[in-house]
């Protein structure tokens, strides 16, 4: 089995499958959590022995919502290794996503990197491939029935609509994880005169 991931802004991880795969509800609870002894501690009178214990339960709340970030991340990870024999994913996120602060807020929250590193570790470990592609790739703007390219694909459009072969009313982040997919495949088949084309590259290969 094969499945291309998409990294979603609202849901964690969206599969060329269909599945979208949103982040635990207990991150979101320990979210919260931070945010209001944040604000507590911002209250506190510098200096004072209340502002101390107030920064050590922020660093407290802290601690737990990496802990619980990265064990999450690890049972998503082991469930992709598990139920698939190649994976492929995008290298990074999109850099002009970066430059806007909420959306740099969510991709941080969803700890894509942390995501890939696992995988690239638990696919030698089991096994399997991990197929990473060039970030520059445009999973979002292309059709990944007929490969026609648009030239925009602005983030608040959530449908594929073809303009070239009418594919219609794809959810466009599938849309784009069935392309990473596609690319992912090319590699592992050594078409190199794809690989020209769309300038993908590999990382984490495990002797495919
Ligand atoms: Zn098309």
Not at 175 to 185: D, E, M, P, Y
């Amino acid at each position: 089995k094969m499945v291309g991931i998409d990294l979603g802004l609202t849901h964690r991880v969206i599969t060329s499958d269909g599945d979208k795969i949103p982040n635990p509800r207990f991150l979101h609870r320990t979210e919260r959590k931070l945010a209001r002894v944040q604000r507590n501690l911002s209250r506190k009178q510098k200096g004072s022995q209340n502002r101390a214990k107030a920064r050590h339960r922020v660093a407290k709340v802290h601690a737990k919502l990496a802990d619980q970030r990265r064990d999450a991340t690890h049972k998503l990870s082991t469930q992709l290794i598990h139920e698939n024999q190649v994976i492929a994913a995008e290298s990074l996120p999109v850099k002009n996503l970066l430059k806007n602060r909420s959306l740099a807020k969510a991709i941080s929250d969803v700890g894509w990197h942390q995501l890939t590193q696992q995988l690239a570790y638990k696919a030698e470990r089991y096994g399997r491939d991990f197929v990473q592609i060039d970030k520059w790739y445009p999973s979002s703007k292309r059709c990944f029935h007929c490969g026609h390219i648009t030239e925009k694909m602005p983030l608040n459009v959530r449908t594929w609509d073809c303009p070239h072969c009418g594919t219609q009313g794809i959810d466009r982040d599938v849309n784009a994880a069935r392309n990473i997919l596609q690319s992912g495949k090319a590699i592992l088949a050594g078409a190199d005169k794809l690989r020209q084309h769309e300038k993908t590259t590999t990382v984490g290969l495990t002797g495919g």
